[in-house]
Each structure stands twice: as C-alpha cells, then as structure tokens.
C-alpha cells in the first residue's frame, strides 16, 4: 500500500513528496500523526484558555442575573470537561505510542 509514500520509485524514475522525508522529516505514519498531535493539542489549549474567559467575563458581567449566571457556569463545566479531555487525549497518545513502541516514554 504505496498510498500514502512519500517516495516511490517505478524503474528508474522516483517521485517525491511534497513532505519532508529523512532524519526530523515525515517518513511513516506515526511521523505524520505526531505532528497532527504536536499540532492540535496546543491550539486546543487556547480555545480552551479563551473559553475560560469568556465564561469568567460573562460570570463578572452577570450583575446577580440567574439566568446568565447559569449559562456563565456551564460555559466553566465545559471548559473543564474541554480540559480533562484534552489531557485525556494526550496521555492516551503518549500511552499508546510507548506501548507500541513509537515514542520515547510514557509521558
């Protein structure tokens, strides 16, 4: 399954990938699943932080009003749901790759 190579070779002729290949470079999948994660999990954590503040701002903001105080605390809960799931994801990733041999370590 030759899908997803970053270098193919059909004779003589070889085709390379726009990605890069060799030492720091992308050459298999976990490669390429690494940086996706390397990626993603840090522009989690600012969505993360700027739902924090929102829901802190709209908390401050509420002047006693039960109804926005509610909604500024569920916006709080799912921050931190947003946050225990986050570190679920990378403890899981980092677990996985150490079990499969991937990584460097657990965490």
């Given amino acids: ?5 970053q270098h193919i070779c059909i004779g003589t002729q070889c085709i390379d990938g726009p990605l890069p290949t060799g030492a720091g ?3 298999t999948l976990s490669d390429m699943v690494n940086r996706i994660v390397q990626f993603l999990i840090p522009l989690a954590a ?3 932080l700027l739902v924090f503040i929102l829901a ?3 908390y401050m903001t509420s002047q006693g009003n039960p109804e926005k105080v509610k909604s500024a605390q569920a916006k709080l809960t799912t921050g ?3 946050f225990f799931l986050l570190m679920l994801a ?3 990733v980092k677990v996985l790759s150490f079990i499969f041999g991937l990584g460097g370590g657990i965490i």
Wanted: hydrophobic fraction near 55%; charged fraction near 0%; glycine fraction near 16%.
């Fill in 90 to 92: 990378y403890v899981l």
């Fill in 46 to 48: 600012v969505v993360l």
């Fill in 56 to 58: 802190g701002y709209n």
């Fill in 1 to 5: 399954m030759t899908y997803l190579a």
């Fill in 80 to 82: 931190l749901i947003g």
């Fill in 25 to 27: 470079g992308i050459n």
